[in-house]
């Protein structure tokens, strides 16, 4: 991400909006992130030190020192830097340090006097470590960040790092954010993964349109305003972005008064991070191919639910809504470590719902005892006229009107 110093935005009708590189801007743009990419490519073997000073060169030619800084930064994240030699650096030191006090004085320049003094220090611990003396003296600070040499880099087109960089603006405007409102229609399992990832608290509730609100904070948030968890939101967007239906809010603090940041899921930024797979089993990808094939009123839906566990949530594999309202859960439990069971039956318990279906592999060895509500055991697949059976037993009509649903936790 940017630092603090690199974020380019402004304020305007009570809204904080980045300056993002635009579609126009785009092509004078994407030669300065070639040209940097150039740099980094032609720098293999130099310390970071020495790459900066070549991109310093590079961004003198011009008055956008911030943009050019910004998308410099990006790029040091995708390369690797490595201290020159495997040495334990501080007792190297020490050794010359130890040496160099009974030979005092040792000097910069050598001359008649001190050259013998000189040789006497670095030469016998160069030859331990078998280098040169010039080898050593050049290196003898190698495991500071500086002085590390530049020793691989991930591939990166001047396309990616411009869509990096419009993200790590936006990322950077949430540095300052006391709170973030999620408006989340679809992807819950994905989302709920980031925000435990980014060790945020949430607050939801449910939409009466559909899906979920949920307000972000941190633990110091419940006492008092703070900005603390500020880097842990932006941490968080790449992640909300990868999902396909949701709207964000941001309360930033800014120098003229608390401002809002808003985005959705037509804002045209591209997270770098990995999307989940939509199965998390062959198992579950079967079981989802062969239901959609069979004649029935019931309509399947990939984890379209959350349910509240009072600090935590759980996500049903499986969603089903019936034409007529009725609506059940399916979650499957499949071939898992006998730890994974039991967290997983822990979470079921909780629950307690009667509509939530648990199909459960034969080879696990459980008992229906273990488990609250209805249950189906299936041997090597999940058969669709099994579940066909029990969502027309516990298939419930959700109850209109009444309070929103409220949980709140530290995922």
Same mark, same amino acid.
């Given at each position: 991400?940017?630092?603090?110093?690199?974020?380019?935005?402004?304020?305007?009708? @009570?809204?904080?909006?980045?300056?993002?590189?635009?579609?126009?801007?785009?092509?004078?743009?994407?030669?300065?992130?070639?040209?940097?990419?150039?740099?980094?490519?032609?720098?293999?073997?130099?310390?970071?030190?020495?790459?900066?000073?070549?991109?310093?060169?590079?961004?003198?030619?011009?008055?956008?020192?911030?943009?050019?800084?910004?998308?410099?930064?990006?790029?040091?994240?995708?390369?690797?830097?490595?201290?020159?030699?495997?040495?334990?650096?501080?007792?190297?030191?020490?050794?010359?340090? #130890?040496?160099?006090?009974?030979?005092?004085?040792?000097?910069?320049?050598?001359?008649?006097?001190?050259?013998?003094?000189? &040789?006497?220090?670095? &030469?016998?611990?160069?030859?331990?470590?078998?280098?040169?003396?010039?080898?050593?003296?050049?290196?003898?600070?190698?495991?500071?960040?500086?002085?590390?040499?530049?020793?691989?880099?991930?591939?990166?087109?001047?396309?990616?790092?411009?869509?990096?960089?419009?993200?790590?603006?936006?990322?950077?405007? /949430?540095?300052?954010?006391?709170?973030?409102?999620?408006?989340?229609?679809?992807?819950?399992?994905? +989302?709920?993964?980031?925000?435990?990832? !980014?060790?945020?608290?949430?607050?939801? &509730?449910?939409?009466?349109?559909?899906?979920?609100?949920?307000?972000?904070?941190?633990?110091?948030?419940?006492?008092?305003?703070?900005?603390?968890?500020?880097?842990?939101?932006?941490?968080?967007?790449?992640?909300?972005?990868?999902?396909?239906?949701?709207?964000?809010?941001?309360?930033?603090?800014?120098?003229? @008064? /608390?401002?809002?940041? #808003?985005?959705?899921?037509?804002?045209?930024?591209? #997270?770098?991070?990995?999307?989940?797979?939509?199965?998390?089993?062959?198992?579950?990808?079967?079981?989802?191919?062969?239901?959609?094939?069979?004649?029935?009123? *019931?309509?399947?839906?990939?984890?379209? &639910?959350?349910?509240?566990?009072?600090?935590?949530?759980?996500?049903?594999?499986?969603?089903?809504?019936?034409?007529?309202?009725?609506?059940?859960?399916?979650?499957?439990?499949?071939? *898992?470590?006998?730890?994974?069971?039991?967290?997983?039956?822990?979470?079921?318990?909780?629950?307690?719902?009667?509509?939530?279906?648990?199909? +459960?592999?034969?080879?696990?060895?459980?008992?229906?005892?273990?488990?609250? @509500?209805?249950?189906?055991?299936?041997?090597? !697949?999940?058969?669709?006229?099994?579940?066909?059976?029990?969502?027309?037993?516990?298939?419930?009509?959700?109850?209109?009107?009444?309070?929103?649903?409220?949980?709140?936790?530290?995922?």
């Amino acid at each position: 991400m940017l630092t603090s110093d690199l974020i380019r935005y402004k304020v305007t009708d @009570g809204e904080v909006v980045p300056a993002y590189i635009t579609r126009r801007e785009s092509s004078r743009y994407l030669r300065v992130g070639e040209d940097l990419i150039r740099i980094y490519r032609s720098s293999f073997g130099l310390t970071k030190g020495e790459i900066r000073r070549r991109l310093e060169d590079y961004e003198s030619t011009s008055t956008e020192y911030r943009v050019f800084r910004g998308l410099s930064k990006l790029l040091e994240e995708k390369a690797t830097f490595s201290p020159p030699h495997q040495w334990n650096y501080p007792q190297i030191r020490e050794k010359v340090f #130890s040496k160099a006090a009974k030979a005092y004085p040792i000097v910069t320049q050598p001359d008649l006097l001190y050259q013998t003094r000189r &040789e006497e220090v670095l &030469e016998p611990i160069a030859e331990d470590l078998g280098v040169a003396t010039q080898e050593l003296e050049d290196d003898l600070y190698g495991d500071l960040p500086e002085n590390h040499i530049l020793v691989d880099m991930e591939k990166v087109t001047p396309e990616e790092l411009l869509r990096r960089y419009n993200l790590a603006l936006a990322q950077g405007i /949430l540095y300052r954010a006391l709170r973030m409102r999620v408006e989340l229609f679809s992807d819950y399992k994905s +989302v709920f993964r980031y925000i435990k990832l !980014a060790r945020l608290i949430y607050l939801m &509730e449910r939409n009466p349109k559909g899906g979920y609100f949920i307000t972000l904070t941190g633990p110091a948030s419940l006492l008092r305003h703070t900005q603390k968890y500020g880097v842990n939101m932006a941490c968080f967007l790449p992640g909300l972005l990868l999902a396909s239906r949701w709207r964000m809010w941001a309360d930033i603090s800014t120098r003229a @008064g /608390l401002k809002v940041f #808003s985005l959705d899921q037509e804002c045209g930024l591209h #997270s770098h991070y990995h999307p989940e797979r939509l199965f998390d089993s062959k198992l579950e990808e079967t079981f989802a191919r062969r239901f959609q094939k069979i004649s029935t009123q *019931w309509m399947l839906k990939r984890e379209g &639910e959350v349910i509240d566990l009072g600090g935590k949530v759980f996500i049903p594999d499986f969603t089903f809504t019936h034409q007529d309202g009725r609506k059940a859960s399916l979650e499957i439990v499949g071939f *898992w470590t006998p730890e994974y069971l039991e967290k997983k039956l822990e979470k079921l318990r909780t629950a307690g719902r009667a509509d939530l279906i648990v199909a +459960v592999n034969q080879t696990l060895n459980c008992s229906p005892d273990g488990f609250s @509500g209805p249950v189906i055991f299936f041997k090597y !697949a999940l058969q669709p006229s099994a579940v066909l059976e029990k969502l027309e037993e516990v298939g419930r009509i959700p109850a209109e009107g009444g309070n929103p649903q409220f949980c709140r936790g530290l995922n």
